[in-house]
C-alpha cells in the first residue's frame, strides 16, 4: 500500500511541473513565455514657421526639418493661408498632409467672428487675408498693427495708392523660388527703380490691393485688420531706424517726420 501511494504521489508532481534534465545532470525547469512586441514609436518633429514668412520661406524650413521638397510644398500651399505657428509634425508626414494641418490651423484662428467684422468694413474674407499680409510685413506690434491697418484701409476706400514696400519685396522676388537671393527674401533698401516694377503687386503702380497675400500673417494682423478705423485721420505712417512710429495726416507732415527721424 505504501508503495503504491509513493507511486501515485510521483505521477502528481509530474503532472504538476515538468522537469527536464539536461545532459550535463543538472536539472531545470522549462519556462515558455510569449515574446513582448516592441511597440512602434514615433517620435514627432517640432518645426516652427514665422509670422509674415512667404510660402517659399515656409518651404526652406518644412526642408532642412523634414525633407519635404521645396517645390512640392510651395505648388500645393496658397499663400496667405499657411497659419504661422509652432507645430509637431509626423516626420513622414507629406507636403498634402502639412499643407492640410497648416490650412485647419488657419480656419480655426480667422473664424466667424473676425471674418464677419472685416465684411462689416466692405471687404471680403479674401481683401482681408490681402490687407492682413501686408499689415503683417509693415508694423510688428498689436498698436502699430492696428494703426498701419487703419490707415491702408482708409487709402484703399478713397483710392489712393496702398505704396506699401513689403508688396514690392514680394514681387522683386519670383513666386516659386527655391533658394532665397543673396540679400534675402525682403530686400530692406529699396532703390527708385525698384518702385517701378512691372507687377500687379506694386502698391506704386497701382491702385487698390494686390491679387493675392504677399506672406502669411499672424492672428494679430488678422484681428488688426477686422479692428481698423478707416475713419483714422491718417493718412501716412513711418518708421524710423530705432523702431518708433510717426503719423501724419499730409505729405508734408509725414516728409517731416522722415526728415527729423532717420
Known sequence: ??????????????IVVVILVSKSGKIYQKVFVAPTPTPSIVTEKRVTLIEGWRIEEMAVKLNKELGIKNKAFIDEAKEGYMFPDTYMFDPKATPSEIVAILRDNFEKKYDTKLKNKIQKLGLTTDEGVILASI??????????????????LKRFKIDMGLNADATIQYALIPKGTINPPAGGWWKRNLTADDLKIASPYNTYLYRGLPPS?????????????????????????????????????????????????P
Not at 9 to 14: D, E, V
Not at 252 to 261: F, I, K, S
Open 213 to 261: 497675400p504677399i506672406a502669411n500673417p499672424s492672428l494679430s494682423s488678422l484681428e488688426a485688420v477686422a479692428n481698423s478705423d478707416p475713419k483714422t485721420p491718417y493718412l501716412y505712417y513711418y518708421h524710423d531706424s530705432k523702431g518708433n512710429s510717426y503719423y501724419a495726416k499730409s505729405l508734408d507732415e509725414h516728409n517731416r517726420n522722415v526728415a527729423e527721424h
Open 1 to 14: 500500500m505504501k508503495n503504491k501511494y509513493t507511486f501515485l504521489l510521483l505521477i502528481l508532481l509530474i
Open 135 to 152: 499689415v503683417e510685413r509693415e508694423a510688428r506690434s498689436d498698436e502699430v498693427r492696428r494703426m498701419v491697418a487703419s490707415i491702408l
